[in-house]
């Protein structure tokens, strides 16, 4: 039962965004603890340089806390973010 962090790009052409919603609503379904990011405007490859910066810190405080028990980033409070 490890939490998930799990991101997705509005305009991805290879996946689309409404499956993401779907395994997003199954988790919470299950009471799975997991957090959503949703960047907007964003395709497959994250072009925008802000928002693959922003995942890539995203990412290591996520790893940071569940992995070396770092301190929980506000941000990690909610399941949805956009």
Partial sequence: NPPLLRWLAEHDRHIHSLQSMEFYLALRRLNKEHTLLVYPNEGHEMAVKENAE????????WCNHYLKNEKKQEWMNSDFIR
């Fill in 54 to 61: 922003d995942l890539n810190v995203r990412i290591l405080q």
